[in-house]
């Protein structure tokens, strides 16, 4: 689940897109999004940097307007707002939510990855790589948020190990499943479960425990670990 950054100060850069609640100013309510929330990019060409208001599609909402009229403060070092929601956002169509995804200079390199041991692995080879995980939560369509995840972010597993008799379709999951402290408990209890039902197998969850605060949970990818 996202945290919302709303209520934050946010400083942001030229060249960022964020999804912000745009402000009640006179221009924003002319263009008729005071108010709404909607992706904002900071502008790079211009003498000074502006704020252009972006539609679903990534084309612009009429055009760039001065920053506080889209309710950034700037000052003579830097931009930031109260009003952004989440930051880090593109226009991604293709995005599958809850992946990881590997970037290098800004630039994504792989294709997704479900469990986030992998897309560390990925990234440890490549030259600045780093990891960003897809939000599509409380975002307009086609966008998504790829959320930096430290590449030392802590992992921790949880286990399954699960009993099935095909027949019935009844399930049965160890009672003792909370207490499985490696794999070797969990497939060991998948394979007395799978004697007695017909059918089990065993799973390591990783839950990752990013150390920036800004995700500080997320599901990093099931593994099978035995089934039989």
Same mark, same amino acid.
């Given at each position: 689940?996202?945290?919302?950054? *709303?209520?934050?100060?946010?400083?942001?850069?030229?060249?960022?897109?964020? *999804?912000?609640?745009?402000?009640?100013?006179?221009?924003?309510?002319?263009?008729?999004?005071?108010?709404?929330?909607?992706?904002?990019?900071?502008?790079?060409?211009?003498?000074?940097?502006?704020?252009?208001?972006?539609?679903?599609?990534?084309?612009?909402?009429?055009?760039?307007?001065?920053?506080?009229?889209?309710?950034?403060?700037?000052?003579?070092?830097?931009?930031?707002?109260?009003?952004?929601?989440?930051?880090?956002?593109?226009?991604?169509?293709?995005?599958?939510?809850?992946?990881?995804?590997?970037?290098?200079?800004?630039?994504?390199?792989?294709?997704?990855?479900?469990?986030?041991?992998?897309?560390?692995?990925?990234?440890?080879?490549?030259?600045?790589?780093?990891?960003?995980?897809?939000?599509?939560?409380?975002?307009?369509?086609?966008?998504?948020?790829?959320?930096?995840?430290?590449?030392?972010?802590?992992?921790?597993?949880?286990?399954?190990?699960?009993?099935?008799?095909?027949?019935?379709?009844?399930?049965?999951?160890?009672?003792?499943?909370?207490?499985?402290?490696?794999?070797?408990?969990?497939?060991?209890?998948?394979?007395?479960?799978?004697?007695?039902?017909?059918?089990?197998?065993?799973?390591?969850?990783?839950?990752? *425990?990013?150390?920036?605060?800004?995700?500080?949970?997320?599901?990093?990818?099931?593994?099978?670990?035995?089934?039989?």
């Amino acid at each position: 689940m996202s945290v919302s950054l *709303l209520g934050r100060k946010t400083i942001v850069r030229p060249g960022d897109t964020v *999804l912000m609640r745009i402000a009640h100013s006179e221009v924003a309510r002319d263009m008729r999004v005071a108010g709404k929330l909607m992706p904002v990019r900071i502008t790079t060409g211009s003498r000074a940097p502006m704020a252009q208001i972006l539609g679903d599609y990534a084309h612009p909402f009429g055009g760039a307007v001065h920053l506080g009229e889209a309710g950034f403060f700037s000052g003579t070092e830097e931009i930031h707002s109260d009003a952004i929601v989440a930051t880090h956002l593109a226009w991604a169509p293709t995005a599958a939510p809850g992946k990881f995804y590997v970037f290098t200079d800004g630039h994504r390199i792989a294709d997704p990855f479900a469990r986030f041991e992998d897309a560390r692995d990925e990234a440890r080879k490549v030259v600045r790589g780093e990891i960003r995980w897809a939000d599509r939560s409380h975002i307009p369509s086609f966008w998504v948020r790829f959320a930096p995840v430290s590449l030392d972010a802590k992992v921790s597993y949880s286990y399954e190990a699960q009993g099935r008799n095909g027949e019935s379709r009844a399930t049965l999951m160890s009672e003792k499943y909370k207490d499985f402290t490696s794999d070797e408990q969990a497939i060991d209890a998948a394979k007395q479960l799978a004697a007695a039902w017909g059918y089990g197998y065993a799973a390591r969850d990783a839950h990752v *425990l990013d150390d920036t605060g800004a995700e500080p949970y997320l599901f990093g990818g099931r593994r099978m670990l035995w089934k039989g």
